[in-house]
């Protein structure tokens, strides 16, 4: 990792400092999605197949799993793996739980009655990224939203082959539709639909920059009528860090997040040169010990640590930042949170690293990245809900309110709007009753 003076650059030398990694963004990637969105629109089930022979090196032939496929695999799950996953599930829900939401109904003046309902999205797509590490957690982070807010479609598809482990969780979970496809083929086939998928309202889950793309291809697509969660691509953690942090714990954080792929990135933020110096040796250290160091090397490649002045300026540049994943490792945590404007989800304390929020601590890992955290949130209940309202007036509140919309309506030079009101006025008298 590269270490910067955030004191001593200037302004473009900042910005590049917070640059996120080079194989973000790639013209060329563009133009690939749209080749293979457009392909699995025309082709369906047999462009999937295609793909999965190209890129997972799998052929397959039913692309959705049969129940019998689906108790196989959850029979060669261990115990043990079950029952932490099990563990993880009861406190995922149990957080999630307690965001449902309320009803409001409640009278804005007299007679006049406005509310806010919720209801649950219809039909969601989940993603989950497979290949080297597939991701049995991110599962969890959103069969069990979906199935607590009353998606009556939940629809999974990952990369085949399936991990058993996979299969066992989206089932405990509630999933309903388990499809062997990964990629942004897959994203396709939850916009468009095929022979096999039929579409959904919504999609969701982190991937690679192949997915990532796709989602924002197909949600921009008026065709498709789908939107997506949120931007998640490559995952991302900004480590704030004081002098008096552990270098090990710290090295193990940043690791954590580089092992996920080539393109993630890891930021370390101090005011201690000492500290960055040990976290720096310590990564070597953990580095040498990991099956999957040669991918996290190509993350640290484009991963920096930026020196400040004190912990005010720690929060600044991670608010500029705006990170997937915010560890504060300082003596003082909960000051530095109240500073915290930007990020997708924080750990407080030397005991709290990220791989909890991972896995089983209950809240949800599903997060922005790319720095969209300043304006994006964190997957939560909401995300799998739609909001309208109701409104209701009685015919002594169209009165009460009567004249202040017609004279809003004839301001815009909008007649029939102030029409609407008029006539209905017209058949009622003083005591607001039909003449």
Wanted: some cysteine.
């Amino acid at each position: 990792m590269q270490t910067l003076n955030w004191n001593q650059l200037d302004a473009d030398a900042k910005a590049a400092a917070l640059k996120r990694s080079p194989l973000v963004g790639d013209n060329a990637l563009e133009q690939q999605v749209a080749d293979i969105i457009a392909n699995v629109r025309k082709n369906g089930d047999a462009a999937l197949r295609d793909y999965s022979r190209r890129f997972d090196k799998a052929e397959i032939q039913n692309i959705r799993l049969s129940d019998a496929e689906i108790l196989t695999a959850s029979a060669r799950v261990s115990d043990e793996l079950k029952a932490a996953i099990q563990v993880a599930m009861a406190n995922i829900r149990r957080f999630h739980e307690a965001q449902k939401p309320a009803t409001i109904a409640l009278d804005t003046q007299a007679g006049i009655r406005c509310e806010l309902h919720t209801e649950a999205i219809e039909a969601v797509g989940l993603y989950i990224p497979g290949g080297s590490a597939p991701l049995i957690s991110t599962v969890m982070m959103l069969a069990l939203p979906a199935s607590i807010a009353g998606c009556e479609r939940r629809v999974l598809v990952s990369p085949p082959p399936l991990n058993d482990a996979i299969v066992y969780a989206a089932t405990a979970c509630g999933v309903n539709e388990i499809y062997q496809v990964g990629g942004a083929q897959a994203i396709a086939a939850l916009a468009f639909g095929t022979e096999s998928i039929t579409p959904v309202d919504k999609i969701f889950g982190p991937g690679n920059r192949y997915v990532t793309e796709a989602k924002s291809q197909v949600s921009r697509d008026n065709q498709a009528c789908v939107s997506i969660d949120m931007p998640a691509g490559p995952s991302e953690v900004l480590v704030i860090a004081d002098a008096k942090a552990n270098p090990v714990f710290i090295a193990a954080d940043l690791l954590s997040q580089a092992e996920h792929g080539p393109d993630s990135q890891v930021m370390l933020v101090t005011d201690s040169q000492a500290v960055a110096t040990a976290v720096a040796q310590e990564v070597e250290r953990q580095l040498a010990t990991l099956p999957r160091a040669e991918i996290a090397r190509k993350a640290l490649f484009c991963s920096r640590t930026l020196l400040v002045s004190d912990m005010q300026q720690a929060a600044e540049v991670s608010n500029r930042y705006g990170p997937e994943h915010l560890i504060l490792q300082t003596q003082q945590p909960r000051e530095i949170l109240k500073r915290i404007r930007a990020a997708g989800s924080v750990f407080v304390g030397p005991y709290t690293p990220e791989s909890v929020g991972d896995y089983a601590s209950g809240t949800n890992h599903v997060l922005p990245t790319y720095g969209y955290s300043r304006t994006v949130s964190s997957l939560s209940l909401a995300d799998f809900c739609r909001r309208f309202t109701v409104q209701e007036l009685s015919a002594q509140g169209l009165q009460g309110l009567g004249d202040t919309v017609m004279t809003l309506a004839a301001a815009e030079q909008l007649d029939a709007h102030k029409n609407a009101v008029a006539l209905r006025l017209a058949t009622l008298n003083a005591d607001g009753e039909v003449r």
